[in-house]
T-cell receptor
Framework: DGGITQSPKYLFRKEGQNVTLSCEQN?????MYWYRQDPGQGLRLIYY???????QKGDIAEGYSVSREKKESFPLTVTSAQKNPTAFYLC?????????????FGSGTRLTVV | GDSVTQMEGPVTLSEEAFLTINCTYT??????LFWYVQYPGEGLQLLLK?????DKGSNKGFEATYRKETTSFHLEKGSVQVSDSAVYFC????????????FGKGTHLIIQP
């Protein structure tokens, strides 16, 4: 079955470390997105990519980086510059130009700073 | 810019009660509207959608009607179950350059037996 796979489900980061969250999709979708979810704040867009080798900053990109070397993959790196990284991270995809049909979401990665 | 406003939660109801979760929006043009549901520890799942005025989206007993005149897309269900306990997000897509959805902050629904 087609879908989006995020890994790991839980991730712990020490202060000053960079960590990378994986997002893979087999839906043949062109567009992929990363959201951050905090309690009571809803979803906030970190980065998005509409085609391979291209990506754009969202509303809260500072302290994060992404790459899009393959259509299927859109990993997110949380760098040491992100001062408050503890959150639930969601990856999503859509057929570019057809956001009218909505997104497909992965099951999320919960990142905790220890 | 685009925005979505949902009623604050948590909303607590007894099983078999009638549910309404309000959603209003501000957008340019004629957006598509969505309701997503998030169960604990999971990602978001598309619950229903409507792409033009007066359309009614429906799924699993939930319904929402696209009301252009009131810029609203309220979610309703006639008889809720404990298994409906989740967080519900209203969202819109207006065709902006980011191809992105704009989400409300979510409404936490708790159904008591």
């Amino acid at each position: 079955d087609g879908g989006i796979t995020q890994s790991p489900k839980y991730l712990f980061r020490k202060e000053g470390q960079n960590v990378t969250l994986s997002c893979e999709q087999n839906l043949n979708h062109d567009a992929m997105y990363w959201y951050r979810q905090d309690p009571g704040q809803g979803l906030r867009l970190i980065y998005y990519s509409q085609i391979v080798n291209d990506f754009q900053k969202g509303d809260i990109a500072e302290g994060y980086s992404v790459s899009r070397e393959k259509k299927e993959s859109f990993p997110l790196t949380v760098t040491s510059a992100q001062k408050n990284p503890t959150a639930f991270y969601l990856c999503a995809s859509s057929i570019t130009g057809q956001g009218v049909y909505g997104y497909t979401f992965g099951s999320g990665t919960r990142l905790t700073v220890v | 810019g685009d925005s979505v406003t949902q009623m604050e939660g948590p909303v607590t109801l007894s099983e078999e009660a009638f549910l309404t979760i309000n959603c209003t929006y501000t957008a340019t043009g004629y957006p598509s509207l969505f309701w997503y549901v998030q169960y604990p520890g999971e990602g978001l799942q598309l619950l229903l959608k409507a792409t033009k005025a007066d359309d009614k989206g429906s799924n699993k007993g939930f319904e929402a009607t696209y009301r252009k005149e009131t810029t609203s897309f309220h979610l309703e269900k006639g008889s809720v179950q404990v298994s409906d306990s989740a967080v519900y997000f209203c969202a819109l897509y207006s065709g902006g350059g980011a191809d992105g959805l704009t989400f409300g902050k979510g409404t936490h629904l708790i159904i008591q037996p």
